[in-house]
């Protein structure tokens, strides 16, 4: 099956499996490595990316479900430098395997998309993406102190 989409805002056309998933064609077709494999069953947010802008786990969305429409990983993120949001993530230092680290950046995207000023509690109910590390109350600081910047203006 041929499927056009654009990826990261270029126009892309994959020659693939209906049911493969985005997450396999991210990662060995047009090597966007960044969105990782972590369970394969959508449960820990790993392979988060935006789909028509909406935050969605790649191992669960089948190829045929993103004809023509966008998606965005994590190197697509940020084109000029870094967003104040992974600004935010290095000046916590959320970090420590880094594993998750992509998917739980674009969870965090989407919410401050929807939610610019989001309560500690907001973030605990909309972030479901699991860190090995447990780093946790940096991901919350981290999210708090981005959202306050963009909501000053700030910019990348």
């Keep these: 099956m041929t499927t056009s989409l654009k990826v990261n805002g270029k126009a892309v056309t ?20 960044g969105t990782k494999y972590g369970c394969g069953i959508g449960a820990c947010g790993a ?13 669960q969305i089948p190829l045929e479900m993103t004809a023509d429409k966008d998606v965005l990983t994590i190197e697509g993120y940020s084109t000029n430098g870094l967003h104040l949001l992974q600004q935010a993530w290095i000046a916590h230092q959320v970090p420590q395997c880094g ?13 401050l998309k929807r939610n610019p000023a989001p309560s500690d509690a907001d973030i605990r109910q909309a972030i479901t993406n699991l860190c090995r590390c447990g780093t946790y109350e940096r991901i919350i600081a981290a999210i708090l102190d981005a959202a306050a910047q963009m909501r000053n203006g700030q910019s990348a």
């Design 99 to 111: 594993y998750c680290q992509s998917g739980m950046i674009m969870a965090a995207a989407d919410l």
């Design 14 to 33: 994959i020659d693939a499996p209906a049911e493969m998933p985005l997450l396999w064609v991210l990662r060995e077709q047009l090597g966007l490595t």
């Design 47 to 59: 392979c988060t990316v935006h789909l028509d802008g909406t935050a969605m786990r790649a191992c």
